[in-house]
């Protein structure tokens, strides 16, 4: 399988991995034959693009790392807002994650502009989760950072659609609607006393940086929770690889350039190096293209090298594992 624009995917290509409505149900399943009505449905909801399978890309596997059950389940949780459930649910994630062995992100982000608060929640959440096994948290405080990773945009649900997806430049009183989703995110959830207190300080502090610049208190990076700073980077990082009604979504490798040139500023260092290591920046399936000037498909990552997967050149099918040859390196994503 591998990843293309929608307006580059053929008549009659077969999907590849299921395309999520604003329900978290399956709009689209796997190995739909993609008629010209559909592409033109999805690229009217918002979808960037989809996995399909195809001769060129035979053998290529990317997994999805949470089951539709549970993609299902935490965004009704999330549209109900019922905050047992939301805990539930990320507890869950946790559990499916731990379940992973040597768990990465290796996926092109596909979400429409209509859901794309709920699965950039389950999104972050899956993110964060994923640096926080990599910086060794114990189960219960993945747990909690699982929880307010889903439920730190919930103070968004207040903010109107014309705001979240308008396409020009917001205005100042509607920047300052949108600055404060923390603060309504962190009273919505401060009186359940189930949910830990560090967890509603993480809902409260994600907007905050390294430098003090922040939002909503302008706190330094000495007084910033771990899972604050955690969240911080992974929302960030998924919101720039998101396809938004106001622009296009950048790719992995620029969204990571972003994080690491934003280091000590806007973001904890160790966050981000923490992020490297877990998100590949050349994703399983996605055509990139090389030093050569040859154009070449992503089969396979190396583990803890994703700069350096292992390809196959389009044009002569000859597959080459980058951590062998080292005269050959990944220019730029051309999908």
């Given at each position: ?39 033109t ?30 993609k ?14 939301c ?9 499916e994650?731990?379940d ?19 699965i ?37 649900v ?13 205005t100042?009183?509607e ?18 006393t189930?949910?830990?207190?560090l ?8 907007h ?19 899972y ?16 938004r ?19 000590y ?6 966050c981000?190096?923490?992020?490297l ?16 000037g ?36 990944i220019?730029?994503?051309i999908?």
């Amino acid at each position: 399988m591998r990843y293309l624009p929608i307006h580059q995917v053929k008549e009659d290509s077969i999907l590849a991995i299921p395309v999520y409505n604003d329900s978290g149900s399956i709009l689209l399943n796997a190995n739909t034959i993609l008629k010209n009505s559909y592409l033109t449905k999805l690229e009217t909801l918002g979808y960037g693009g989809v996995y399909i399978y195809d001769d060129i890309s035979s053998g290529i596997i990317v997994k999805e790392l949470l089951s539709a059950q549970t993609k299902r389940n935490t965004v009704a949780a999330l549209k109900s807002l019922n905050l047992d459930s939301c805990r539930l649910m990320a507890h869950s994630i946790v559990d499916e994650l731990l379940d992973n062995p040597n768990v990465s992100y290796d996926m092109v982000n596909i979400a429409a502009y209509d859901n794309y608060t709920y699965i950039h929640c389950i999104n972050v959440s899956v993110l964060s989760v994923i640096v926080g096994i990599g910086m060794g948290l114990n189960y219960t405080q993945l747990k909690h950072l699982s929880e307010a990773a889903l439920l730190h945009d919930v103070g968004k649900v207040h903010i109107h659609l014309d705001i979240l997806n308008k396409k020009g430049k917001l205005t100042e009183e509607e920047v300052s609607i949108l600055r404060c989703h923390p603060e309504d995110g962190y009273n919505m959830i401060k009186d359940n006393t189930m949910i830990s207190g560090l967890v509603k300080n993480a809902v409260l502090s994600h907007h905050e940086n390294e430098d003090g610049s922040g939002y909503p208190r302008q706190l330094p990076g000495k007084n910033i929770h771990i899972y604050a700073k955690i969240i911080h980077v992974c929302d960030v990082y998924d919101a720039l690889v998101s396809h938004r009604v106001y622009r296009p979504a950048l790719n992995p490798a620029d969204a990571l350039e972003y994080l690491m040139s934003n280091s000590y500023i806007m973001f904890d260092v160790d966050c981000v190096k923490k992020i490297l290591e877990y998100v590949s920046p050349y994703p399983t399936g996605i055509t990139v293209q090389l030093s050569n000037g040859q154009e070449a498909i992503v089969l396979q990552q190396n583990t803890k090298h994703y700069l350096r997967p292992k390809i196959m050149i389009l044009q002569t099918k000859e597959k080459i594992d980058l951590m062998k040859v080292f005269n050959l390196t990944i220019l730029k994503i051309i999908t």
